[in-house]
């Protein structure tokens, strides 16, 4: 390993520090790269005295990079950026869209140059349709983006209809279906315990009925019986009327 020198930074490097800060680094880096390039000056103690003069000038890049990176925000929140990708028929993604994607297209589409590492995905986006990304422009500033991922790949109308972004307040043509579905089904779910009451109470029904008439079928035997024996009685009783008349 080389010898390591202590430097003070005269400029804002990533990984490294900013202006007026005090590093220990590689004797070779210090030489080759940053005195060269004025990125950095040795600790003594005559550069001591410049520290003031970095500060400052540190202090005023960091407000100028603040007030542009909220600027930037509120631009970035007024975009939509477009990206379109390669789908099968039924929409489904070969791939997905990542950050660096979404850096290029920013830089295709609206010139804006944005580090893909300040773009924040939880993961890549794998399906069509409207997203909000979150950026973090600055450690004080973060902001939105719409993003819209698109097919060039002809669609179905149904496809494009399950893919399309709903109107604020409206939802998407399944969402609604399965809404409107719902209470329908509550509805017969509710309808079903009241049918199947009233098709037990008609078969109840229906089952006295038919008892009952059995019951008047069985009264009604023995009468039409006595009914018929009657004629006979009758019938005999003129007979005995000689009979009484003779003994007389």
Known sequence: MGKAIDVILTSNIVGLGAESDQVKVAAGYARNYLFPRGLAIPLTAANKRRLEVLRQRRAEREAQELNTMLELAKSLQKLVCVIKVKTGEDGKMFGAVTT???????????????DKKKIHLDQPIRALGEYEIELHLHPDVKGKLKLRVESTTPLPETVQQATAPAEPGQEKPAEQAAAQAAPAKATEQKAAPKKQSADKGKKQTKHTETAKSAKDTRKSKPTQQGDSAKPAQQARSPEAKPDSAKSQ
């Open 100 to 114: 660096g994607m979404i850096a290029d297209e920013l830089k295709n589409q609206f010139d804006i140059a944005i």
